[in-house]
């Protein structure tokens, strides 16, 4: 993408209404537009990151054997009522009438809408387990929206429901999902803590909430200091996962140190010493539930088991805050300078900046490069503008595309190309001719 044609609107000053960092820099870097309180529009920069944020949480999902499907915005309150959540949810709940008058909501969750959808088609135990997932917008009406992306009220989210004959089947569930959660945040470079946590309006008595520890996190966390000291993330992806096997170990190993969200941590029953106890805030990127019985019984889902008889499903619910990860990565990820994509994640592979647009050898040699790269398979922002080198160097660094590639007259008279390292900020001259091969994919 020539970044002369991209829709990409820089701010130069700190937006006065943001109030943290991941806020700031994906206003300063144009990746979102506030509509209302809450509310966002997602523009080229941002949308990118996004996609590719929701991908990575799409093949976790995948890889554990949950399906995808996509279920609507809009539900009607009728399923609400079946499970008694419709009064009980409040003022969060955005409800909605008809021109027909019949009362429907904009989804802050699904587990009515997908229960009826198991309810209706699996009539047997032969037909479980089964786990399906979607990634679609949620609407809470928060009372305070804040954070930008962080807490929004309208929000991207992947939740799964899965559905078993009993108890043991669905702690199986419960701990793929658990894997899944880990590799998935692992993959993004992000270490997150699975707590003990309290169940909220969803329900039940297992869950996780999967936290990163940040200063600007909206949860009171406590762990065992052990947590902070391990290298989990290489652990996780370097383990060879059989879904289909005992995952009870797995899930025993990232569970045996303690760790507890705010709500249900008591000083007076804590395990851990004083002195090893680590008190902090974290950023809630997903949280898993088993529920049991508690949507399927009073919504009549039911299965024949083995002996004929009718059994309730066995049900639990993860959620990943996919559109909340973003802003969590720029806070795990960011310096003074901008924003600092981990290369997963990153809207572009590279940045080329052409310091002479003006210059018929520069620009020969910046497009001629251009060409190349994006014939190669790597996405590129090409910096062609006509604007100082400095206005050029503060946009790359905002953005914080992992690489970028430096064109200019002296480099090129002595037959190489600058390569600067976001992270690490260190440079290196490439010759000319290496360059594409370098960062082939
Ligand atoms: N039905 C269950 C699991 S599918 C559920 O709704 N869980 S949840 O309430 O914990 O939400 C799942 C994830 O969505 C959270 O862990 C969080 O990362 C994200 N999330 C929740 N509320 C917001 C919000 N207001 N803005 C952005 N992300 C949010």
């Known amino acids: 993408m020539r970044l002369s044609q991209y ?7 700190n937006p006065s209404e943001a109030q943290i960092v991941s806020h700031r820099l994906m206003l300063r870097a144009g990746m979102i537009r506030q509509s209302s309180a809450g509310i966002y529009s997602w523009l080229p920069l941002g949308l ?77 135990y032969r037909d479980l387990p089964k786990n399906l997932y979607h990634i679609q917008w949620k609407f809470r009406d928060e009372v305070r929206p804040r954070f930008g992306v962080m807490r929004g009220r309208e929000f991207l989210m992947k939740d799964n429901y899965s559905f078993d004959l009993d108890a043991a089947g669905a702690k199986h569930s419960y701990n793929k999902m658990f894997v899944a959660y880990l590799r998935t945040f692992a ?46 993330l290489s652990d996780i992806l370097a383990k060879e996962i059989d879904y289909d096997g005992d995952l009870e170990p797995f899930f025993q190993s990232f569970t045996s140190l303690y760790a507890a969200t705010g709500e249900i941590h008591k000083p007076e029953t804590c395990p851990v010493a004083a002195e090893q106890l680590v008190t902090g805030r974290g950023i809630e990127v997903g949280q898993t539930f088993y529920f049991g019985t508690k949507y ?54 590279l940045g080329l900046i052409n310091l002479r ?48 590639l430096i064109v200019g007259p002296r480099g090129l008279a002595a037959g190489h190309i600058e390569w600067k390292q976001r992270r690490s900020g260190a440079r290196q001259d490439l010759p000319v001719d290496s360059v594409v091969q370098r960062f082939a994919t």
Not at 7 to 13: A, I, N, Q
Not at 195 to 218: C, K, V, W, Y
Not at 357 to 377: E, H, I, T, V, W
Request: glycine share 10%.
């Open 187 to 232: 993959r993004m470079g992000l270490k997150a803590i699975p707590m003990r946590a309290d169940t909220g309006p969803i329900g039940g008595d297992l869950s996780h909430e999967f936290q990163i520890l940040a200063e600007s996190g909206e949860s009171e966390v406590f762990c065992d200091r052990g947590w902070l000291e391990t290298d989990i």
């Open 296 to 349: 399927s019984e009073p919504m009549g889902a039911v299965v024949t088991g083995p002996d004929g008889a009718e059994v309730p499903l066995e049900m639990g619910s993860y959620g990943i805050g996919v559109s909340r990860l973003v802003g969590a990565l720029i806070e795990a990820n960011h310096d003074a300078a901008g924003i600092i994509w981990p290369e997963r994640v990153a809207p572009f592979r």
């Open 7 to 13: 829709f990409l609107p820089l701010l130069r000053e």
């Open 357 to 404: 647009p003006a210059d018929d050898k520069c620009r020969g040699a910046a497009d001629g490069l251009y060409g190349k790269l994006r014939g190669a398979g790597v996405e590129v922002l090409y910096d062609d503008r006509d604007e100082s080198p400095g206005a050029k160097f503060a946009a790359m660094d905002l953005i914080g595309l992992p690489d970028q």
């Open 48 to 124: 990118r990151v996004l996609k590719k944020v929701e991908q990575i949480v799409r093949e976790e999902q995948d890889r554990s054997g949950a399906q995808e499907i996509l279920m609507p915005t809009i539900q009607p309150a009728e399923l609400w009522r079946e499970s008694g959540r419709y009064d009980d949810y409040g003022k969060e709940m955005l409800r909605i009438k008809d021109r027909h008058e019949r009362e429907m909501l904009y989804g802050p969750t699904n587990e009515e809408q997908v229960t009826e959808i198991v309810h209706a088609s699996i009539k047997s």
